[in-house]
T-cell receptor, first 113, second 111 residues
């Protein structure tokens, strides 16, 4: 019974490069959420997606960040032209339905040099 | 605007004793509260939750209490074990199943 899978677990990028973070939800879960954790802080909501739809992207920066959850394959969080301030842990969570418990993946630690 | 606050950055407890972690919130529209436990380099693990219509929920060694009038909740762990040492996050659910997290409390259980 696999949990939420995220890859890569660690990602190093230079300023100006692109970062792609992948998330496969738990089996049977069709709701995916992305959160970001900066050092010494709690997790901050970024975006909520269902298959092929962005439901709520109110926590995502308007520029350089995008997310998708295609009909087939994992959810992708894409950060273009990364800057040092993007260095953080990015966590994906999934739930079976709206208003059900969210279960988190192990996270992707992004370091921008 | 910090809607969920965990005012104690850390807590140290002797093995076998009770650990009490506290959380305050400001938004009365939160309808559900959750506690997650997190080890370094791992994702948060769901522990226990409580609906805003209840004042207590218990699961084994873990009990969550909710005081709506004070906008306060607490997690009790008894008896505490060394394996409980981790960061504990309080989270509140708002519209659209969006979670708002506190900054976390580091719990150290000494053997």
């Amino acid at each position: 019974n696999a949990g939420v899978m995220q890859n890569p677990r660690h990602l190093v990028r230079r300023r100006g490069q692109e970062a792609r973070l992948r998330c496969s939800p738990m089996k049977g879960h069709s709701h995916v959420y992305w959160y970001r954790q900066l050092p010494e802080e709690g997790l901050k909501f970024m975006v909520y997606l269902q298959k092929e739809n962005i439901i709520d992207e109110s926590g995502m920066p308007k520029e350089r960040f995008s997310a998708e959850f295609p009909k087939e394959g994992p959810s992708i969080l894409r950060i273009q032209q990364v800057v040092r301030g993007d260095s953080a842990a990015y966590f994906c969570a999934s739930s079976r339905a709206l208003e059900e418990t969210q279960y988190f993946g192990p996270g992707t630690r992004l370091l921008v040099l | 605007d910090q809607q969920v606050k965990q005012n104690s950055p850390s807590l140290s407890v002797q093995e076998g004793r009770i650990s009490i972690l506290n959380c305050d919130y400001t938004n009365s529209m939160f309808d559900y509260f959750l506690w997650y436990k997190k080890y370094p380099a791992e994702g948060p693990t769901f522990l226990i939750s409580i609906s805003s219509i209840k004042d207590k929920n218990e699961d084994g060694r873990f009990t969550v209490f909710l005081n709506k009038s004070a906008k306060h909740l607490s997690l009790h762990i008894v008896p505490s074990q060394p394996g409980d040492s981790a960061v504990y996050f309080c989270a509140a659910r708002t519209y659209g199943n969006k979670l708002v997290f506190g900054a976390g409390t580091i719990l150290r259980v000494k053997s």
